[in-house]
């Protein structure tokens, strides 16, 4: 169990909306680069091939998983707690083509007002792990999605180039357990912990691989070329 409470989440949500301000972009269009993750259209695909109508991308960020995911429903809702973030990703669906599938608002992981079973996907990436409590979020994901729907996320694990590259500077606060350069709140899994995690809100998942891809720089952020490694895992809703 964490000692941290979800007030340091709260904190950082106002530092992850400064984040996308422009004049911490510096003159870039966005922070985290165009190519989406590789997983994004796999995600859009198996939602795709189960009728998905309504999918949801939380957080959406600045919108480089929208393209592909756009592809998975009807309709996409792409929510985040960063307005900055949605604007930015709000002009990546224009030019993506995509703009009249998306529908965003801002949403908070921990609280998102949507009705129950109302969701026949979620994607969820890079936010977990920035999770004071990831738990909470994790049961939220369970209430709105509809049984037989289908939790996409990720988990870093320590192979990941935010602990394992020579570059990255983090303090240590408890095992696998970090502060990053930008003050965000970092936390590392293996399978059992993740395993853990789940079973702590009586979840199971129901696949967990192992994945490893390369991202530009995100200047401003992460100012070289890096490698990321995590646990990509699905949740389906029984019931
Ligand atoms: C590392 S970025 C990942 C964005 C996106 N998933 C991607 O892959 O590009 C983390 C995002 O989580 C958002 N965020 C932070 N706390 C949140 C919360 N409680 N609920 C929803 N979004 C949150 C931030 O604003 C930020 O855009």
């Known amino acids: 169990m964490s000692t941290e409470s979800p007030s340091r989440d709260d904190a950082a949500i106002g530092r992850w909306d400064g984040a996308y301000d422009a004049s911490a972009l510096g003159g870039q269009a966005n922070l985290w680069g165009d190519p989406p993750v590789p997983y994004a259209q796999t995600a859009a695909e198996l939602f795709a091939a189960a009728g998905a109508a309504v999918i949801l991308d939380l957080p959406c960020g600045d919108g480089r998983n929208l393209p592909p995911l756009a592809a998975g429903a009807p309709i996409l809702l792409a929510g985040d707690t960063s307005t900055k973030a949605m604007a930015i990703a709000r002009m990546v669906t224009e030019k993506a083509g995509v703009r009249d599938r998306v529908v965003f608002s ?50 870093w694990t320590m192979n990941d180039c935010q602990v394992a590259d020579d570059r990255a500077t983090m303090t240590e606060i408890a095992p696998k357990t970090y502060i990053d350069h930008a003050d965000f709140y970092c936390k590392f899994y ?39 490694e995590s646990l990509i895992f699905r949740v389906r809703k029984t019931g």
């Not at 890079?126 to 049961?139: F, I, M, Q």
């Not at 991202?215 to 490698?227: A, M, S």
């Open 190 to 228: 293996d399978e059992q912990d993740l395993s853990e995690l789940l079973a702590s809100v009586g979840q199971q998942a129901e696949s967990v691989e192992t994945a490893s891809w390369w991202e530009p720089p995100h200047p401003g952020y992460r100012d070289y070329v890096h490698q990321h």
């Open 106 to 155: 801002r949403t908070d992981a921990y609280h998102t007002g949507l009705l129950d079973s109302a969701i026949d996907g979620i994607f969820c990436w890079d936010l977990l792990g920035h999770l004071t409590e990831p738990a909470g979020a994790l049961t939220e994901f369970h209430r709105i999605l509809r049984p037989g729907g289908c939790l996409v996320a990720n988990m």
